[in-house]
């Protein structure tokens, strides 16, 4: 038989109750079997090493969303993380609450400003039309397609690790732009440019920067981050052209279908809007500086020799077909 | 070693001291490539919020060429070698929407069967080339230099479609490849984040708070300057970094941007005007009066 191991689990702890409340981390050594989840040693420090940690988890089993914390410094579900996967002997592994939340304490995260934004995207049906007799029914390929949104738990994975929540706690942020394509996407919806309208609006499905964290991190393979490309394709069908990310999305497009490259200067210019006078001016300085570098890209296009040929396979790919 | 070479819209537009500084450090390593001059815009993923299947046209086209002159892909930029490798991960195993879009290279005689691998130069680097031979092109010792790794978001995400199961090196090759010019390794957490640069036209105040964030934490850990393998994250780190500074610190930042071939280039010998620093444009003055009273480089 192998000889028992230890894991050494450096965890973020906070008593807010404490004389002196503060955010520290403290190390546990705790003896594990090979076959332990991250969860696993939490739960074996709790019960008999340190009773005052505080996490939070129920099923263990990957069903509940409880249990959403920071590895090593990227969101995970612990119930479903093998230690030995993150941890090998001899190292220390570190354990935070999930981050873009206010901590309650130690691993505990307040989950109120993640409701706040599902509840922000009216999170249940609203069919139109007349009431059917019967169910109002959806053809099985939409719900084969939701289904892969609705495996959601609402974990806050994908919360804790958005690099624009980090900055700005008003974006709507992942999980709830995931959970609002689950119903802009649902056939039996009837308010698929309403939904649209208030999401295109800030803080909403432009200011994602399309990094994949979510992607990366989503332990159900949600891909919010997609569900958010595909409401952006979306949202201009529907008519809502009128945004710098719709502009900025236009503008490479035809960038690439005169020439077949990227055309910078005119991505900027475009982007702000040609008319957007106080925007050109705020973009002015970097781009004269750049000027006086000898590095302002040519703002004509970088035609490649086959242009003609690439533009004949954009142009097909815009014919309604398939 | 010889590659079919796409340098990207990026090196070819914004940044062309990365082009500049490529070429040098390709030649001094003795790496031949033939310049895809006839290859589109990858999309770098904004494309691909409008048509997806029409991305994975362009690139599959990309991959087509290099398979008929039989070269794998050189890459020299993060957002181009993450978005040739999820387009190539959507047609590898799907030969129907393979056979879709061969019909459509058809008028141009190219037809792709799946065979073309690209990497980013980072990668070729640790994983074809060896730092230990790299290491042997290196006159300069880059030791008491800090500099802090910036990968760009497309190089480390999404872990599958860029083979980190298979290549576990990948995920920290800019480490390893920083840490082979002597220089130190600043750990810190902005390594794998997002530069700002796809919301700067859209949001342009968080994109600039991410600049401040990375550049700015990477600064206070005593960092010499950032090392980059990606154009994208260079336009913004170095271009709106001084903009950055002035809207969320209460000093001036300003830490010198270096894309990865500048980096390994001082390491050579090259001077950093060969390498084209002074067209950065946060000032690489200090940097370079630094590396040029370093012991004269054997050659030049």
């Not at chain 1, 090979?34 to 263990?60: H, M, P, Q």
């Not at chain 1, 169910?135 to 738990?153: S, T």
């Not at chain 2, 993450?82 to 195993?93: E, H, K, S």
Request: aromatic content about 6%; hydrophobic content about 40%.
């Amino acid at each position: 038989m192998p000889e028992t191991l230890i894991a050494n689990l450096k965890v973020q702890r906070y008593d807010p109750e404490s004389d002196n409340p503060e955010v520290y981390y403290q190390d546990y050594e705790v003896e594990v079997e090979d076959w332990f989840t991250v969860l696993d040693a939490l739960i074996k420090i709790r019960e008999e090493i340190d009773g005052t940690l505080s996490l939070r988890c129920a099923c263990r089993a990957s069903i509940c969303g409880s249990c959403a914390m920071r590895v090593n410094g990227e969101a995970k579900l612990v119930c479903k993380t093998r230690l030995d996967s993150v941890w090998s002997p001899g190292e220390s592994v570190t354990i935070d609450p999930p981050g873009n939340m206010p901590v309650i304490t130690d691993l505990v995260a307040d989950f109120k400003p993640f409701w706040d934004k599902v509840r922000q995207v009216d999170p249940y049906m609203q069919p139109t039309g007349p009431v059917p007799t019967a169910e109002y029914l959806a053809p099985n390929k939409d719900m084969v397609h939701l289904a892969g949104v609705m495996n959601c738990i609402m974990c806050g994975a994908c919360v804790s690790d958005c690099t624009v929540l980090e900055v700005d706690d008003r974006f709507i942020g992942p999980a709830a732009l995931a959970k609002a394509y689950r119903f802009v996407a649902d056939p039996r919806d009837g308010k698929k440019k309403e939904r649209l309208g208030v999401l295109n609006d800030d803080t909403g499905i432009w200011d994602c920067t399309r990094c994949m964290q979510c992607v990366e991190v989503c332990p159900k393979d949600v891909d919010p981050m997609g569900r958010i490309m595909v409401m952006r394709d979306m949202a201009m069908e529907e008519g809502f052209t009128n945004t710098s990310g719709a502009r900025h999305t236009e503008s490479f497009y035809n960038s690439v279908k005169r020439s077949g490259r990227l055309n910078e200067t005119r991505l900027a210019i475009e982007s702000m809007g040609v008319l957007n006078i106080p925007g050109q001016i705020s973009m002015a300085p970097v781009g004269v500086k750049a000027l006086i570098k000898g590095k302002l890209p040519n703002p004509l296009d970088h035609k490649i020799p086959s242009k003609a040929a690439v533009k004949k396979i954009v142009e097909h790919s815009e014919e309604p077909s398939k | 070693m010889k590659y079919a070479f796409w340098p990207g819209c990026v090196a070819l537009g914004g940044t062309p001291e990365l082009y500049q500084s490529t070429k040098l450090v390709l030649n001094k390593l003795g790496i031949e490539v033939e310049e895809l001059t006839n290859a589109t815009c990858t999309g770098a993923g904004v494309l691909q919020e409008k048509n997806k299947k029409l991305g994975d046209t362009l690139n599959v086209r990309t991959f087509a060429q290099a398979e008929q002159m039989g070269l794998p892909i050189m890459t020299i930029c993060s957002t181009c070698q993450g978005t040739m490798a999820q387009a190539q991960l959507a047609v590898i195993n799907d030969d129907g929407y393979l056979a879709e879009i061969n019909a459509d290279l058809a008028d141009e005689d190219l037809e792709y069967h799946g065979n073309t691998v690209t990497k980013h130069l980072l990668w070729i680097l640790v994983e074809e080339y060896g730092l230990e031979n790299l290491k042997k092109h290196f006159v300069r010792d880059l030791s008491g230099l800090k500099f802090a790794p910036f990968y760009g978001c497309y190089l480390i995400r999404p872990s599958d479609a860029l083979g980190f199961a298979e290549v576990p090196e990948r995920e920290t090759s800019l480490e390893r490849v920083i840490e082979s010019t002597g220089a130190e390794v600043v750990d810190f957490k902005g390594a794998r984040a997002c530069c700002g640069l796809p919301i700067l036209f859209i949001n342009q105040n968080n994109s600039l708070k991410m600049v401040a964030t990375h550049t700015g934490t990477a600064k206070d850990l005593g960092a010499d300057a950032m090392v980059t393998p990606c154009p994208l994250c260079h336009l913004n780190l170095d271009g709106y970094q001084g903009k950055a500074a002035q809207k969320n610190r209460a000093s001036a930042i300003d830490l010198p941007i270096l894309h990865l071939p500048q980096m390994l280039g001082l390491a050579m010998g090259f001077t950093p005007k060969e390498l084209g620093m002074n067209k950065h444009m946060v000032s690489t003055n200090r940097l370079r009066d630094h590396v040029e009273a370093l012991a004269a480089p054997a050659q030049a």
